[in-house]
């Protein structure tokens, strides 16, 4: 089973992939390092660089192409499902889940994990939440194109687990 998490920065798509991964045995990945590998530098350096439409072009081919195995979790980047094609090729190849939480969650968790985040770097307080509330009013129509919506705050493995096997 191929799954993809998707979600705001902050939502807590690694930690949770790393732990739904582990609970089904398959291995986890995350789209930043896939892509962080694929050029040998960060993503902040590369947005520096090159800029937001470079960053969605290879965060695309990197999410399409790369060879990864026939089981895994998979935590996406929080822009990919809401450039180019991507939301509909992660619906077409796997389950999709999005990791929902309301902007002032997301703040309080991003407060301390900024700087490798060129989007919200030098973002304080009021600043931080009003950015995210206004990203996330956009983004919200693709995440939740995801075949699950999950709580967040609450989300545990089991549960997304039964979800999943449901399915089958
Ligand atoms: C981005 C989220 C980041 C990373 C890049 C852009 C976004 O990933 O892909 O900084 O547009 O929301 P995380 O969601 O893992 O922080």
Known sequence: MKVFLIGFMGAGKTTFGKRLAKRIDVPFFDLDHLIEAFTGGSVAD?????????????????LQTQELPDNFVLSTGGGA???????????????????????????????????????????KGEELVSFIEERLAARES??????????????????VVELLTRQW
């Not at 969650?105 to 700087?115: P, Q, S, T, V």
């Open 81 to 123: 499902p809401c450039f180019h094609d991507n939301m509909q090729w992660m619906n077409a190849n796997g389950k999709t889940i999005y990791l929902q939480l309301a902007p002032k969650a997301i703040a309080g968790r991003l407060e301390n994990a900024k700087e490798e985040r060129p989007l919200i770097k030098g973002l």
């Open 142 to 159: 693709f995440y939740k194109q995801a075949q699950f919506i999950v709580d967040g705050l609450s989300v545990n493995p089991d549960a």
């Open 46 to 62: 590369y947005f520096a660089k090159y800029g937001e439409e470079k960053f969605r072009e290879l965060e695309k081919q990197v």
